[in-house]
């Protein structure tokens, strides 16, 4: 199946009351357990990648490549979205050309105005090549590929502004962070996610840094309108974890444990598990 892009999932999503899985991805092993737990459980996808891990991996256009061929190889038949994820406008344009089937334009760093116009630039050219935009409005807090943002709440009436451009999705801030949650985190500003919803109407919301929200807060930014959640740092987590257990155990050294397909396998399980959790909390299973 070839790639999608989110448009589609993200609108039915929207109309069903659940949510699109955005798993990032660092490698082979990391796009091998999503893609796998996916169609295990009939549930549309999208893979993101960052600045950071597409130059990790050698390149965008490495990164396009393999995941077609895995999509092939593996007989996938639930749709993928190849996703850059907090993209610089330089980077957007390098995924255009690398064949990503959606990109994410952060301009929430610039002044409104430019942002708008970027934006705008940005989602023209997307509609020439049948590719979703996702914009953001509201700094997300947390660090990401060492960016390091505290973290606001939109404004209301600047995200109606960028939807209005025709934006496939909007990512705007209700107190969401990257990363770990602090102790004293306050929770999710419904309120403001309320006032957004009512200015954008139809455009599907993201949500950013679903890692460690509680799921009761989860299932209800998703009855408000957030159609597609993002998910990074749980998988991390579940990866170092289990890695760490196997070599603590002293697994590796057991036979052939050292065998790098052997020593990855338990943290591409926890990959799988945290997929699983988080696409039964969403509500996607089956949606496909």
């Given at each position: 199946m070839a790639l999608v892009s989110v448009k589609d999932m993200c609108e039915k999503a929207l109309k069903g009351k659940y949510a699109v899985g955005q798993f990032n991805i660092n490698n082979l092993e990391w796009t091998k357990a999503?893609?796998?737990?996916?169609?295990?459980?009939?549930?549309?996808?999208?893979?993101?990648?960052?600045?950071?891990?597409?130059?990790?991996?050698?390149?965008?256009?490495?990164?396009?490549n393999?995941?077609?061929?895995m999509i092939e190889e593996?007989?996938?038949?639930?749709?993928?979205?190849?996703?850059?994820d907090h993209g610089t406008y330089e980077g957007c344009y390098k995924c255009i050309e690398a064949g990503f089937s959606s990109i994410m334009f952060d301009g929430s760093h610039f002044p409104i105005d430019e942002n708008i116009a970027k934006t705008k630039e940005l989602i023209e050219v997307c509609k020439q090549k049948g590719m979703s935009l996702e914009a953001e409005v509201g700094s997300i807090g947390g660090e990401?590929?060492?960016?390091?943002?505290?973290?606001?709440?939109?404004?209301?009436d600047e995200c109606k502004k960028i939807a209005d451009l025709g934006v496939t999705i909007l990512a705007a801030g209700i107190g969401n962070i990257h990363g770990k949650y602090p102790a004293n985190?306050?929770?999710?500003?419904?309120?403001?996610?309320?006032?957004?919803k009512a200015k954008t109407g139809d455009t599907p919301l993201v949500l950013h840094g679903g890692t460690g929200i509680p799921t009761d807060m989860i299932k209800k930014a998703i009855s408000l309108g957030v159609a597609k959640i993002n998910v990074n740092?749980?998988?991390?987590?579940?990866f170092q974890e289990a890695t760490r257990k196997y070599v603590e155990e002293g697994k590796d050294l057991v036979g052939k444990?050292?065998?790098?397909?052997?020593?990855?396998?338990?943290g591409v399980e926890a990959i799988k598990a945290t997929v699983r959790e988080k696409m039964q909390i969403f509500g996607s299973i089956g949606k496909a």
């Open positions: 999503i893609l796998a737990t996916a169609e295990e459980l009939k549930s549309p996808v999208i893979l993101g990648v960052s600045e950071g891990a597409g130059k990790y991996m050698t390149g965008f256009k490495t990164v396009t393999m995941v077609k061929a593996m007989n996938i038949t639930v749709p993928v979205a190849l996703h850059l990401e590929d060492g960016v390091v943002g505290q973290g606001e709440c939109a404004d209301p985190w306050t929770g999710l500003r419904f309120d403001v996610l309320e006032k957004i740092t749980e998988c991390q987590l579940a444990g050292f065998d790098p397909r052997k020593l990855l396998a338990p």
